[in-house]
């Protein structure tokens, strides 16, 4: 072989190392790029089968609702001290439909119906119950709400806390029972806000599992406001605009279809 033939292999080789170096990034960036995509597109499908497939759920609950006063007046006679309009411990009812779009995560949206009754309490910081009158009213709430829920394990494990957030709408109603309280005819109070859930999820059976927790959640004063109800038991001191509720609720939950999974990871075979 001559020497123009030696170089000429040499040259060749060079252009062919240096066209190899140059595939190779173009090469791992499109490697890159599949994954990407193919993460992707499994997370857009698990999120449309867990929609469009068997991971419903359908729950019914109840419990009890307690709340922040909602006025605080002076009495007839400004010697008598001052008290103040709340409700007594109600009860609850509803239930709802949630789904599970991931191995801890999903959607609930819920109806819930409420009643409590209304009283006057003494407010003069002495024991006193002078001013107290019981059973003004029933106050009754009409709930709608919508939340996400996350569970710290996969959802149908065993015992699996959990946490929601979310908002809801509330329409409010007074039966009147006393001439110290109205509603002003056709008056219908409404209000939003966020609202936040804490609880356990147990599994009773394959399909069937119960919920013991604690709603936390404010909105507009239905005694405050141009369309809020009237109380006329004396002068008001203090009318908060928003009231604080929180809701204890133990719920039955059907589940349909099969329970998600962990997938498993896979593995790698050499020949």
Known sequence: MTGLERMSKSRWLVIASISALVAMPTISKAQVADSTKEHAQDFVRDVLHAILGPDWNLFAQAGAATSDRYLLQQAVNPSDGQRALQSATGFQLGGGAGVDILLRTGFRVSYTYGSSNLNFRTNNGNGSTALNIDDVGTLKSHTVALELIRYMLPTRASINPYGTLGIHGTWWS???????????????????????????QFRAAQKWSARLEATLSGGHNPWTGNRSFRSFAGPTIDEPTSVNHTDFRLAAVYHFGKPKMPSAPSTMTHE
């Not at 039966?175 to 356990?200: H, I, M, Q, W």
């Open 174 to 200: 007074l039966d009147e029972k006393s001439p110290l309280v109205t509603g002003l005819g056709a008056a219908t109070p409404f209000s939003t806000s966020l609202l936040f859930a804490f609880g356990v």
